[in-house]
Nanobody, 120 residues
Framework: HVQLVESGGGSVQVGGSLRLTCTFS???????LAWFRQAPGKEREGVAA???????YYSASLRGRFTVSRDNAKNTMYLQMNKLKDEDTSMYYC????????????????WGQGTQVTVS
């Protein structure tokens, strides 16, 4: 069974940076990992994803500002967010699925509880 816990959210000024951390337990070495976010009244959307081999994928609108990475030895995935905008304000979730990555929420079997990011 895979468990995911996000941390690192908080309040930041426009233009600032945050690094989110997703700590996972269980045998996730064969799992693709992803970050999603959901703002109030909006659908959950994919932000970034990383495969077991380290290939990365980004939402087209976020590429260049966000960087996803993972450290399997530490059972950790990160999301470095730079040049934050107020529209980045959301609850951020990490998710895991067996196999490759995509941005379809229905394909992900395991989810964390989320960490709030507020940009103002």
């Amino acid at each position: 069974h895979v468990q995911l816990v996000e941390s690192g959210g908080g309040s930041v000024q426009v233009g600032g940076s945050l690094r989110l951390t997703c700590t996972f337990s269980g045998k996730t070495y064969s799992y693709g990992l992803a970050w999603f976010r959901q703002a109030p009244g909006k659908e959950r959307e994919g932000v970034a994803a990383i495969t077991t081999g380290g290939s990365t994928y980004y939402s087209a609108s976020l590429r260049g500002r966000f960087t996803v990475s993972r450290d399997n030895a530490k059972n950790t995935m990160y999301l470095q967010m730079n040049k934050l905008k107020d529209e980045d304000t959301s609850m951020y979730y990490c998710a895991a699925r067996y196999g490759g990555c995509n941005f379809r929420t229905s394909d992900y079997n395991y989810w964390g509880q989320g960490t709030q990011v507020t940009v103002s």
